[in-house]
Each structure stands twice: as structure tokens, then as C-alpha cells.
């Protein structure tokens, strides 16, 4: 199994860039995709993106398209979420995930948190 721990949250503001890391350990972090979601209070948990155990392929949602880049570092066991031109509708826990192609996301990181102030 693997360990999902993410960072680089913080406050910003409101045209600003971040980059969140997740650090994955304890398994072969190069087997799994990994998605990035984000919940903000009183909503639902959102889909913000994904990419492939290699590397070679992202989807993003519609809401971040154009703003938000996922890459990955295998050999540091790390995916990146590099999130510009930020808006306060960002705010939310960001959170990693991990799963195998075909799988559902199984292993969770706790979250950092991104507040976007205008």
C-alpha cells in the first residue's frame, strides 16, 4: 500500500499561484495514478484533476482547465498540482489520491489547505 502525504497550501491571493506536492511512500509509488480533488465547506468533494502512473497523460476539470498543471516526479515519489491565476472560488482542502488503472481511489493523503482572499 501506499502513504500520501500532500503540501504547500497557504493563503494567497486572488491571482496568485501555489504548488501543492504529494509525497507518496511505503509502495511503488510509479504504479499508481493519482488524482487531486478539493472540498470546500458545506460542498461536496470535487474531481480537479488526474494523471497517469507515467506521467504521459492529465485530465483536469472543466472548472481548472487552463490554470492548473499536474506533473510527476517518480523519482522522487511526488505528483504536483501547480494551480495559477487563483480565484477565491478555489479555496478549499486539496487532497491527493491513488489508484491503479481501473481501480477507484483507495489511498487518501489528509489534505492541505488553500485559501484564495480577494
Known amino acids: 500500500q501506499v502513504q500520501l502525504v500532500e503540501s504547500g497550501g497557504g493563503l494567497v491571493q486572488a491571482g496568485d499561484s501555489l504548488r501543492l506536492s504529494c509525497v507518496g511512500s511505503r509502495g511503488t509509488f510509479s504504479n499508481y495514478l493519482i488524482g487531486w480533488f478539493r472540498q470546500a465547506p458545506g460542498k461536496e468533494r470535487e474531481f480537479v484533476g488526474r494523471?497517469?502512473?507515467?506521467?504521459?497523460?492529465?485530465y483536469y476539470a472543466d472548472s481548472v482547465k487552463g490554470r492548473f498543471t499536474i506533473s510527476r516526479d517518480n523519482a522522487r515519489n511526488a505528483v504536483y498540482l501547480l494551480m495559477n491565476s487563483l480565484k477565491p472560488d478555489d479555496t478549499a482542502v486539496y487532497s491527493c489520491?491513488?489508484?491503479?488503472?481501473?481501480?477507484?481511489?483507495?489511498?487518501w493523503g489528509p489534505g492541505t489547505q488553500v485559501t484564495v482572499s480577494s
Open positions: 494523471i497517469t502512473s507515467t506521467g504521459g497523460d492529465t
Open positions: 489520491a491513488a489508484r491503479v488503472t481501473g481501480g477507484k481511489y483507495y489511498y
